[in-house]
């Protein structure tokens, strides 16, 4: 469907060619979050930023890949999840938790770290804390609590809503 678009004054006329302009009009309901993590035990901390991003209305994909033991496949989906229309992505981890960080090295998202606590976790969890907040300058990770995958989502629905 064609519509007129008077552009902004010293703005140029979007075209028909402009990709704003040609999908403008599609009804597309693939997923704006991507939330991952490294291990299925992570799994019951993890769907709870989904149920947030449900709430409001969100939609989102859950997928388990391990920074470790699949860095192939999350070099892939980090470096492709903007180009599938993810405007953020929601990583947790565990232990030496480097999911978030490597997120961030694929993409240029918005991505937020989830430390996460396990039986395996040094200092409570504080492992897993350490290393999603210190990441290098120009590589940022936005991190939320220990355990505390709701206020991904939450953090989430406010990056989208800026
Ligand atoms: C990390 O190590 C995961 O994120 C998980 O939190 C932790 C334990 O992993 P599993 O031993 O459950 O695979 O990779």
């Given at each position: 469907m064609s519509q007129s678009m008077d552009p902004p004054p010293g703005a140029g006329?979007?075209?028909?060619?402009?990709?704003?302009?040609?999908?403008?009009?599609l009804d597309v309901d693939a997923p704006v979050v991507g939330i991952i993590m490294g291990s299925k035990s992570d799994m019951?901390?993890?769907e709870k930023a989904?149920?947030?991003?449900?709430?409001?209305?969100?939609?989102?994909?859950?997928?388990?890949?391990?920074?470790?033991?699949?860095?192939?496949?999350v070099a892939d989906y980090c470096a492709n999840a903007r180009m599938r229309g993810l405007k953020i992505i929601i990583a947790g981890a565990g232990l030496s938790a480097a999911l978030p960080g490597v997120a961030a090295a694929h993409s240029d998202l918005p991505v937020i770290g989830v430390p996460l606590s396990s039986?395996?976790?040094?200092?409570?969890?504080?492992?897993?804390?350490?290393?999603v907040v210190q990441m290098p300058p120009g590589v940022p990770v936005a991190c939320v609590g220990l355990d505390n995958a709701r206020n991904a989502g939450h953090l989430a629905a406010r990056i989208l809503a800026a």
């Open positions: 006329a979007l075209t028909e060619t402009d990709p704003e302009t040609q999908f403008a009009d019951a901390e993890m989904g149920e947030v991003l449900e709430e409001k209305g969100i939609r989102y994909e859950i997928r388990v890949m391990s920074a470790h033991r699949d860095p192939a496949i039986r395996l976790s040094a200092a409570g969890g504080l492992d897993a804390i350490l290393s």
